[in-house]
């Protein structure tokens, strides 16, 4: 299984199993350059982006991201595209169950996937071109901490999630995604709600040798225009001013976009070619499923994987500032173990109604509990069996002046996405 924030502290596989397995495998994920990506939020959109910059430059890629929408193929992508995921599964199999067999114990399906991704990129890259490594949960004890000091390690806004696993305040979570930070690595923070967690950073950085930048002293953005489909922004730094353009939506995607440039620019000093217009094309032609992503109009339909209160405040800042509409209704469902209140009350501010759904998922909450812990926040809470039934019943509702948004769960995402766009929903999301 995965590692699970609603199942155990303890995580199913650890660290030494995790490089034990690597070693059966001749210990693929050495011979590339690395950037190792954590956070709270944002880390998935940061290392497309970085990925997007190098491969405009003209670098081999390799990228490992999770989880997924739809595909485990997403996870694991070989110069933008896709891999034959069970194509290398057979490869590697045997390690796996040697390892599963000896006195290391249970190897998770996160682990698989990691070993999965430096084998099939050894196979493609050998010893040329860089990695972009998303980590899976927190820092120093994620199956990703296999490297002895990444080229790069970004580390993007921490809050509270996982808090089970992690700790109960941001100092501690940040402790354990610092763990990340090697001896000789550039270590690129993004600006930080908690001043408190840049000062554990700084301290990591001077216990290990690493070299700091802070985004928010070297670079500053403005954005332009607005639009459904995506939106220009300035970025203001090294080298002055530049404008640039996304199709995400979000002043949060902007900040990203800004740490992707802040990174690029390491990515200079460690060897890769990239020129301005590489890093521009890089950002312009990076598009993530499942973040504000507008899947239809009269009335607007979004989805959107705010899965903690952090993530769902930003995702209240996009509808309001990015997109025109009347009344909102949010379609809701939630895994267990995510702070459903604190959700709640982010999102209360402009709802019309929320629909809590249940989903295929045994962790996930039953839309009664959902629904219960609402009900003081709403004006309008309903129940609905799934997301496909949610969506139907505010589009009930709805005018085309109105707005509905599905959000709360990768999970309800992936069935959004398969109900409007016809997308296919294949394996394990966490």
């Known amino acids: 299984m995965e590692r699970d924030s609603g199942a155990s502290a303890s995580p199913p596989m650890n ?21 190792h990506v954590t956070g709270t939020n944002g880390k998935g959109s ?6 997007g910059i190098l491969r405009a430059a003209g670098e081999r890629t390799a990228l490992f991201t999770s989880p997924h929408l739809h595909s485990y193929a997403e996870r694991i992508r070989i110069d933008g595209e896709p891999v034959d995921v069970a194509e290398g599964l057979s490869a590697i199999r045997p390690a796996v169950e040697a390892e599963q067999e000896s006195a290391g114990g249970t190897v ?22 860089w990695q972009v490594v998303e980590v899976g949960l927190g820092g120093s004890f994620d199956a990703t901490n296999v490297y002895d000091g990444a080229e790069i390690v970004v580390i993007m806004p921490i809050g509270l999630d996982h808090t089970a696993i992690l700790g109960d305040t941001t100092v ?17 923070l993004a600006p930080q709600p ?47 001013t530049r404008e640039f353009r996304t199709p995400m939506l979000g002043a949060h995607q902007v900040g990203n976009a800004a740490t992707a440039v802040a990174v690029a620019h ?26 504000l992503e507008v899947m239809g109009q009269d009335p607007l339909l979004v989805a959107d994987g705010a899965h903690n209160p952090a993530a769902a405040a930003i995702l209240v800042e996009g509808l309001r500032e990015y997109l025109e509409w009347r009344r909102c209704f949010f379609v809701l469902g939630v895994m267990g173990g995510k702070d459903l209140p604190g959700m709640g009350y982010k999102l209360a501010g402009l709802s019309s109604g929320v629909w809590c759904c249940g989903l295929t998922s045994q962790r996930a909450l039953d839309p009664a509990e959902m629904a219960f812990e609402l009900a003081s926040m709403m004006p309008q809470v309903e129940q609905a069996g799934s997301v496909a039934e949610g969506i139907e ?29 016809g997308k296919s929903v294949q394996g394990h999301k966490s």
């Open 46 to 51: 940061v290392s497309a982006m970085i990925e």
């Open 108 to 129: 998770s399906t996160f682990g698989v996937l990691t070993a999965l991704f430096h084998w099939v990129t050894r196979d493609a890259l050998g010893d040329s071109g």
């Open 393 to 421: 019943e505010a589009r009930r509702q709805a005018t085309e002046a109105d707005l509905i948004c599905v959000t709360g769960s990768l999970y309800a995402v992936a069935e959004a996405r398969s109900v409007i766009l």
């Open 266 to 291: 390491e990515l200079r000093d460690c060897g890769a070619n990239i020129d301005d217009e590489a890093i521009t094309g890089g950002i312009a032609r990076t598009r993530i499923a499942g973040r």
């Open 172 to 188: 501690e979570i940040a402790r354990d995604k610092a763990g990340i930070i090697g001896r000789n690595s550039t270590c690129v």
């Open 15 to 35: 660290l030494a199993s995790m490089r034990s397995l690597l070693r059966r495998l001749g210990d693929p994920q050495r011979g590339r350059k690395t950037v």
């Open 194 to 240: 908690d001043p408190a967690v840049t000062q554990v950073v700084r301290e990591r950085c001077r216990e290990v040798g690493a070299e700091l930048r802070l985004v928010e002293e070297e670079w500053s953005t403005e954005v332009l225009e607005r639009y459904v489909f995506g939106q220009s922004f300035l970025m203001h730094g090294l080298g002055g």
